[in-house]
Structures are given as structure tokens and as C-alpha cells.
């Protein structure tokens, strides 16, 4: 018998698959994904993520506000940390925003302090803070034939036009999905958090069409059985920021991202 049967018999795949899961696991590492910026002379604010900014700019002249499509890109051989941000403005006339982050100590609680442009023979300086999080492009794609009985997701495949309808009709309200599950005569019952912290229960046909019915969740009410974890997230824009517990990738049979499930969130 050879070294590969034994180790075969002996339950070494077994073995790989969970040190491959785990080191899966571990290169779940957060990166800069934003960050918020500010000034009181001039007075700006400048709010930042890896592909959009929203700059407002308050002098005796009144209010700006711009809103630039760019990119986010730190330099990981710098020290200290440096990030750059680069962006033109959406609307005419068109401005271009650069910002260069250096980590040091700034006013309050601010990590780290920015130099930024917009116009030509135009600076300014600011203490910003930065946001934190898994890199959404590389997480693990969802494996829904390994998961646990009582995850509640792996049935998602089959609830996600039901949870789809429901999540486009609550809109910009819906922050996460904490629950779904199939109801009778072809329905499926999904439980949505709002970004105000209530919960609304949405019942939709499991084929996505049709419209939702959609009642609010009493605050005395008890949570649902495992609800919350995992938390499913809808693919926007920028994506969900976590940085604790595991993110996962839900992914289409045509290969594109449908959302993301949280585990274990903080």
C-alpha cells in the first residue's frame, strides 16, 4: 500500500481541506477601504472610499459640494503609512481631487493628516480618521453544500430572488438581510434590518416576481433562531465594511456577486 492510500484511509484530505479552509481564513486581512477627513480653516470635510469622494467645502462665499469618481491607492513600501486618493468630479466643470494621507498624530482622535487640492493653486490640510476592512473582491466564494443545518444561507440560493424583491423594495433602507427562509405556497419570509435599527419582516414569491408584503417587526418581539448570523449584505457600492468574523462572497452560476454573507460579526 503506498504513502498516498494510507494517508487517503487515514482521513488526511479530510485533514488539507480544513487547514486550506483555515488558512482561507487567515488571509482575511483588513485593508484601508475609506476614510473621513477635516478642517476648520478653511472648513472642509472630505469623505472618502475606494472608488468614490464626497468633498464640501464651507467660506464666506457659501457652500460647495463635489462629488469625484477615482481610486484608492496606499503605499505599502512607505513609512510611515502613505495613502493617495485621485478623482475627477462627476459634474461639470470638471475638477480633479488629490489627496495624499501620511500617518501621524493629528487633532483628537485622528490618525493621520492629509494634504489635499482641487483647483490649481488651491491646498489644504486635515486630520482624517481612516475606515478599515476586508478586501470584499477577494473573500471566499460561498461553498452552500458544506454549510451547517442550522445556517440558515444555505438555502439561500434557492430564497435570492424572493430576498432580491424584497431588499429592492425597502430600497436605501435595507442595511442587511438577517434572516430568510421558505413560507408556504411558494414564498419565502426574509427579515431585513433597517439603517435605523428596526426590522421589517418582507414575504415574496420564491421566483421574484410579484409585489412584497412587507410588515414592521415589533421591537419586544424575540430575535429569530440564528438570525444576524450570517448577516447577508446586497451588492452595492461601496461594499459592506467589516473587519471581524468571516466574509464570504455569494456568487451567481454566471460568475457575478449577488451580495455577501457575514459570519460571527462584532
Not at 492510500?5 to 482521513?11: E, I, L, P, S
Not at 485621485?86 to 501621524?104: A, I, N, Y
Not at 419586544?220 to 457600492?237: D, M, Q, S, V, W
Amino acid at each position: 500500500m503506498s504513502w498516498i492510500t494510507r494517508w487517503v484511509r487515514n482521513g488526511g484530505i479530510a485533514v488539507a481541506a480544513a487547514v486550506l479552509a483555515a488558512v482561507a481564513l487567515a488571509q482575511q486581512v483588513a485593508i484601508v477601504q475609506g476614510f473621513e477627513c477635516r478642517s476648520d480653516e478653511p472648513g472642509f470635510r472630505l469623505d472618502a472610499n475606494r472608488v468614490s469622494a464626497q468633498f464640501e467645502l464651507t467660506t464666506a462665499k457659501g457652500k460647495r459640494e463635489v462629488v469625484f469618481r477615482g481610486a484608492l491607492q496606499p503605499l505599502a513600501s512607505a513609512a510611515p503609512q502613505l495613502i493617495v486618493w485621485r478623482g475627477d468630479s462627476t459634474h461639470l466643470p470638471r475638477e480633479t481631487l488629490v489627496v495624499t494621507l501620511r500617518e501621524e498624530a493629528c487633532r483628537a482622535a485622528a490618525t493621520h493628516r492629509a494634504v489635499l487640492s482641487v483647483r490649481t493653486g488651491e491646498a489644504m490640510m486635515g486630520c482624517c480618521t481612516l475606515r478599515t476592512g476586508y478586501d470584499t473582491r477577494i473573500a471566499p466564494v460561498a461553498n452552500f453544500a458544506t454549510k451547517n443545518p442550522d445556517d440558515w444561507a444555505r438555502l439561500l440560493p434557492d430564497l435570492l430572488p424572493a430576498v432580491n424583491l424584497c431588499v429592492a423594495r425597502e430600497g436605501n433602507r435595507a442595511k442587511w438581510v438577517s434572516r430568510a427562509a421558505p413560507a408556504s405556497q411558494g414564498t419565502g419570509v426574509v427579515r431585513i434590518v433597517e439603517t435605523t435599527g428596526s426590522s421589517v419582516d418582507c414575504v415574496a414569491d420564491l421566483t421574484g416576481r410579484g409585489t412584497p408584503r412587507i410588515d414592521a417587526v415589533a421591537a419586544a418581539e424575540p430575535p429569530l433562531p440564528n438570525g444576524g448570523n450570517p448577516r447577508f449584505y446586497p451588492p452595492r457600492e461601496p461594499p459592506p465594511l467589516v473587519n471581524c468574523g468571516k466574509l464570504e462572497r455569494v456568487v451567481t452560476k454566471s460568475g457575478a456577486v449577488a451580495g455577501y454573507l457575514h459570519y460571527d460579526p462584532c
